[in-house]
């Protein structure tokens, strides 16, 4: 019987252990859930507020002088811009609609969690493409095109172009805590099975 | 003992159900992954050989007429160009690798499939954030911007402009594969659970 016993134990310690093992890694997730919603939402607030004015010579006509004229850059003269505050939103949105029914459900259904992660890889693609896009016409402003005849526009609006890039890194974050949430997912399904 | 025989008949008929829905999986995922491989391949190879050359008439002094000068389009006149060639070349080379990996191994480790999944989420994030880029480019290449004065050259280029197109959609495609995958293994880990 003490052997017996000695195994109920075991097998109790084991049970508990991997309870609080599932808590910690569902702990985990919550908590990259509310770093994806913070992330993506200061990254679509920063570039959704930037906004730069410099005054710039124009020149209207080769006969006269270059005129100044008061230049305002705003992030949504660049569709790559509009598409990354829209993308960001939208998986700022989601983030805290999937913490509202995880926490609200408790043990959610094991389908509610598959459509959960489903969701979040959705998102992570959504994200790493808007990424892509204003990292590309970021990169453009920041260099210039000589092939295309595109001009650099970042070295007269410095601070506007700072702040595209600071949003993306934060982005990239918010992409990266989804993603993570894929590979707990993956990991914790491997310790399953 | 016929209610028995009943029990284990129909027993084994949820076995063999089970194995015949699991290979079933496994050859899903296996195509996904050919495919992954061939959307990429062609991707990358569309968008390597991508070349226009146009006669453009380009005026080097207000005071002469403007020259005639060849002018040629290639892929890698663009980083984000050269971004989505060198993702697509990494994804088809990985997808390649993968299924080496797991016809070789036969019945693969759970570490090896766990491995396995999560790089394609790390392929599909990065083959996303290539489309992005090179849509970014490319739709100010079709529209041109007025704010930052870029002006449009796929007017003079489209058949350049048609092919990235082309082998954007290839890459979508190709990445939407690597994203199916992980949707299935979702899927089946709820499955199993």
């Known amino acids: ?7 109920e134990n075991r097998g109790g310690k084991v049970a508990v252990g991997k309870q609080q093992l599932g808590r910690g890694r569902g702990c985990c997730e919550l908590v990259l859930r509310v770093l994806g919603l913070v992330f993506t939402l200061a990254a679509a607030v920063l570039l959704g507020v930037d906004k730069q004015t410099k005054v710039v010579p124009i020149q209207l006509l080769p006969t006269l002088p270059p005129l100044d004229v008061p230049v305002t850059a705003r992030w949504h003269h660049l569709s790559a811009f509009v598409y990354f505050v829209v993308a960001n939103i939208m998986a700022c949105s989601y983030a805290a609609l999937s913490l509202v029914l995880i926490v609200t459900s408790g043990g959610a259904s094991h389908i509610l969690k598959s459509m959960i992660i489903i969701l979040d890889a959705a998102m992570a693609a959504l994200l790493f493409s808007s990424i892509g896009a204003t ?6 402003g920041y260099q210039g095109n000589s092939h295309l005849q595109w001009g650099k526009v970042c070295n007269v609006f410095g601070k506007f172009c700072d702040q595209v890039l600071a949003a993306t890194v934060l982005s990239l974050l918010g992409s990266l805590a989804f993603l993570l949430i894929i590979v707990f997912f993956v990991l914790r399904a491997h310790g399953k099975s």
Do not use: E, P, Y
Request: aromatic share 0%; net charge negative.
């Open 1 to 7: 019987m003490g052997g017996l016993d000695g195994v």
């Open 135 to 140: 990292l590309a016409v970021g990169l453009i």
